[in-house]
């Protein structure tokens, strides 16, 4: 039977050389939350014994976090370290590989006034616009991994306490990450492989538009004349293979972001800067929302859409079946990462400039031309559930099905 420490041996190892794909001579740079510190190490030993040069973490600790929100006086919400920006775009610029770790209090910031997060969310947002068009053109090596926090695991598993929650979580983590198969690194290959055959089909049918269908939607989704689908894998710009979300099920491309149309309702919760937004819905004229309505979260999710003239419209269309390891689970993980990967899925803000022709080496005006949203934020939110359909419009306007009941229809 496989032990604790030989699966979290396992995950790190993915984390290292499926998501990062650390290459000798490389700086890895981690940030993380304090809580994440065992794992972290175990990352750090793995990446200099890979040949990594420098091993940088950036941490992070949400009792901080919380104590900020509570007492700062209200102009420090408006301040960012431009020195911080300036160390990442520096480190980027030096091809180092960035590994992200999340999993904290999904609640951290309830209670708190939905302006003030609004304008720390735009600061930050604001400041580190240029290391984002690193992240968001490929140009070098990301992934996002998770590690339980106990208000996390508490949050998932309500009828857990502490450690017995954390353990439960971690479980969970590992079945969606394909820790526990015989060969962790080579099971992610092969599913990459799979996701990379519905990126192809997709390419070669060029669809001009998607019309989404489901309890709450009816939504027609145009697409850039030039757009392009990627999968889980993609590639930074010194030619490294590299997966940006450890899990990811998706297959994705852009929006066009004038030719958004109809209504779409939220399946899951989005947990938006430390406040949940649930069941809520969004519609859309001309690509913009134009009205919505949020059962909880409400001032929360107006405030994300008055973030900057681009986050009340679509940037990122991802497609994902009901059926995979993570929605096989049947929990709501409360944390994008994972419900995002469960379920077909948009995101507010920001396009990826790699979702076109030649958008990697474009600048902010030039994709703007090509019909991409920009934006200083990006935020995914689930849409799919076993009862979607999706249908793939031509230029002729005749349809082709490309998901049926919640999962691919070829």
């Known amino acids: 039977m496989t032990t604790f420490q030989e699966q979290i041996e396992s995950y ?12 000798e001579g490389q700086t890895l740079f981690i940030r993380s939350p304090l809580f ?32 900020k ?31 992200s770790i999340t999993g904290g209090d999904p609640d951290l910031l309830k209670g708190i006034d939905p302006e003030k997060v609004s304008t720390a969310n735009k600061t930050s947002g604001k400041a580190m616009e240029g290391f984002r068009g690193y992240i968001q053109s490929d140009k070098v090596s990301w992934s ?55 990126m192809e089909a997709l390419n070669t049918k060029h669809f001009h538009a998607l019309h989404y269908t489901a309890e709450g939607t009816d939504l027609t989704i145009e697409l ?11 590639v930074s710009k010194a030619g490294v293979n590299f997966v940006a979300n450890i899990p990811t099920e998706e297959v994705f ?35 913009k929302v134009v009205d919505f309505e949020a059962k909880e979260g ?31 689970t049947n929990i709501i993980f409360f944390n994008t990462l994972f419900d995002e990967n469960a379920s077909n899925h948009l995101a507010l803000g920001s396009a990826y400039a790699f979702n076109i022709e030649g958008g990697k080496d474009m600048e902010k005006e030039e994709l703007e031309e090509k019909g991409l949203n920009t934006s200083i934020t990006h935020v995914d939110f689930m849409v799919g559930d076993a009862d979607m359909d999706i249908d793939g419009i031509h230029k002729d306007g005749t349809r082709e099905p490309v998901f049926r009941s919640g999962d691919w229809a070829f």
Request: glycine share 6%; no cysteine.
């Open 298 to 328: 409400e001032e929360t999710l107006k405030r994300l859409l008055e973030g900057d003239d681009g986050a009340s419209y679509i940037g990122e269309v991802a497609l994902v079946p009901h059926r995979s390891p993570i929605s096989d």
């Open 253 to 287: 491309t852009a929006a066009k972001k004038k030719g958004v149309n109809g209504k779409v309702t939220s399946k899951k919760p989005l947990n938006y800067g430390g406040t949940l937004i649930s069941d809520f819905t969004l519609t859309f004229e001309n690509g």
């Open 36 to 67: 994440a510190a065992d794992f972290v190490r175990i990352v750090a030993e793995k990446a200099y014994k890979a040949g990594a040069k420098h091993v940088r973490v950036d941490w992070s600790d949400e009792a901080l976090t919380r104590l």
């Open 144 to 198: 996002i991994v998770a590690v339980p926090s106990v208000k996390w695991a508490e949050r998932v598993f309500p009828e857990a306490e502490g450690e017995e929650a954390v353990s439960k979580l971690w479980q969970a983590i590992f079945d969606a990450t394909r820790v526990n198969e015989p060969d962790a690194v080579t099971a992610w290959q092969d599913h990459l492989k799979t996701l990379d055959e519905k």
């Open 12 to 23: 790190a190892a993915i984390a290292l050389n499926v998501g990062v794909n650390i290459q």
């Open 224 to 234: 850039p004349e030039t757009h392009l689908w990627a999968s889980g894998g993609s």
């Open 69 to 99: 929100f509570d007492h700062a006086p209200e102009e420090a919400f408006s301040e960012f370290p431009d020195w911080y920006a300036r160390a990442l775009e520096e480190e980027a610029d030096n091809n180092a590989a960035f590994l």
